[in-house]
């Protein structure tokens, strides 16, 4: 029990608050199997085993990269900072602050996964598995922490300004701008758009187009709920972080009542993250249904995430009927740079950058909205908010977006290096390639065969 707190803790309440965070620990773990599925079903089938593959190595690496280097980075302190100020690399800081007990360190591992994630997703189907690997440490190591410690530390330059409850920025505009680094470098998938840079022909390049359509509905559906799963525990553990630090969270003393109100706001929190995301639901399939006549079962589960996005600033503070309009709007945004997004030919698969990014910056806005419900709101003041929060949550997501295109130049470099020293490439030759994407021969015959040499479906006769 924390013993700095303005107000005593009840042993009840502390009991509650460790217990709510080890139930959280393995939802927040749940994001990566709900991104794996999502993306594994929402993509070619030719790429679904080497989606399965990419996301276990991916995990492995960017588990690791964070937990010896990213936590330190995040936070500003640790044994690396330490040694780093030292040395006289960094300037001298704070004193160090107290070591992080219970499942604290766990729970941030969590987020910065949830944020890969959100990273990775868009490069499905694209990336050579070594560069994807390289990608995961660097962001998990540095690009995220970096983020995060803007945010969190006390000397970062956002700390106490922007609003960050579960992850709402740290995780989506932060995996969102890296996802958009990613999409830029790689380019469009072949036949996206007519994209066709090695002259396949119309009838050819109509056929691999036409395999990138998303194959398994179930598993897309059931990554997506795992994901939400996943997000509710992000915002109960967010939740349950606030409520540690007592008098800043509870507005009384009395045991008795200070469990009563933790277990109301852990309720309102749960409550935001589930209507939210329905509310998204039901406006696309709506909005669908009014302007095409057909439903399309791909933005239908996208817009959920959209929703998830929105509200994961305001989900402890929005009243129900504010989170349905949060999630509503939230996914609307979402839907408009969809479309953008494919006017523009940029190659978002499964809708990261418009869901997570353009959704969790608006939803970073709105948080407001609660209080311009009630009354005597004011509307020049949540406007003036709205501002603010939005334009601190776009700088996190361009933030992220010229970290990772650095580190996909270095990462780059390096492949493209390693091609020439193992001779798999002249120098003339990887210089006209893109040392990050996979050659165009196996994204036209699927990277299932190509780089594993085995199909994640048996019906060979179906093929």
Not at 30 to 41: D, I, K, R, W
Not at 216 to 222: D, L
Not at 237 to 242: I, K, N, R
Not at 328 to 352: C, E, H, K, Y
Request: aromatic share 8%; charged share 10%; proline share 5%.
């Amino acid at each position: 029990m924390p013993s700095d707190a303005a107000t005593p803790i009840s042993t009840a309440l502390w009991t509650l608050i460790e217990a709510g965070l080890l139930v959280c620990l393995p939802l927040v773990l749940l994001t990566q199997p709900g991104f794996m599925l999502y993306v594994a079903g929402a993509t070619s089938r030719k790429n679904t085993l080497h989606t399965l593959y990419r996301a276990f190595a991916c995990m492995a690496a960017a588990t690791i990269a964070f937990h010896f280097l990213g936590r330190d980075i995040a936070h500003g302190a640790g044994p690396l900072i330490a040694q780093l100020r030292a040395a006289g690399l960094l300037p001298p800081g704070p004193s160090p602050a107290a070591p992080m007990v219970g499942l604290r360190p766990l729970l941030d591992l969590g987020f910065a996964l949830a944020a890969y994630g959100v990273a990775a997703s868009v490069v499905a189907g694209r990336m050579k598995p070594f560069a994807s690997i390289l990608f995961a440490a660097l962001f998990a190591g540095v690009i995220y922490p970096i983020a995060a410690f803007a945010v969190w530390s006390p000397s970062g330059p956002l700390h106490g300004q922007l609003r960050d409850f579960a992850g709402s920025a740290t995780v989506h505009a932060v995996g969102a701008g890296a996802a958009l680094a990613a999409t830029l470098l790689l380019r469009p998938r072949l036949g996206f758009n007519g994209y066709d840079p090695v002259e396949l022909g119309q009838e050819r390049l109509f056929r691999i187009a036409a395999s990138h359509a998303p194959h398994h509905a179930p598993m897309a559906a059931q990554g997506v709920f795992v994901l939400w799963l996943g997000f509710l525990g992000l915002a109960i553990a967010a939740q349950l972080s606030g409520l540690a630090s007592g008098a800043a969270a509870l507005s009384t003393t009395e045991p008795a009542a200070q469990l009563a109100e933790a277990l109301g706001r852990l309720r309102g929190v749960a409550l935001n993250v589930i209507l939210a995301p329905m509310a998204a639901v039901l406006t696309i399939m709506a909005l669908q249904s009014l302007l095409k006549r057909d439903l399309d079962f791909t933005d239908a589960v996208s817009s959920a995430l959209a929703g998830l996005a929105a509200i994961a600033a305001g989900a402890d503070s929005a009243t129900p009927e504010a989170a349905l309009i949060i999630g509503a709007i939230g996914a609307l945004i979402a839907a408009f740079f969809r479309g953008l997004l494919n006017v523009l030919s940029v190659d978002d698969p499964v809708s990261t950058i418009s869901a997570h990014g353009a959704a969790g910056v608006a939803g970073a806005g709105l948080v407001g909205l609660s209080d311009l419900l009630a009354p005597g709101g004011s509307i020049s003041v949540f406007i003036a908010s709205a501002a603010s929060q939005s334009a601190m949550s776009a700088a996190l997501f361009g933030g992220a977006f010229a970290l990772a295109l650095i580190a996909y130049k270095v990462i780059g470099l390096l492949t493209m290096l390693l091609a020439i020293m193992s001779r798999r490439l002249t120098i003339r030759e990887a210089l006209r390639s893109n040392s990050l994407r996979v050659d165009y021969e196996a994204e036209i015959f699927g990277l299932d065969e190509t780089n594993h040499g085995q199909d994640a479906y048996n019906f060979r006769s179906l093929r």
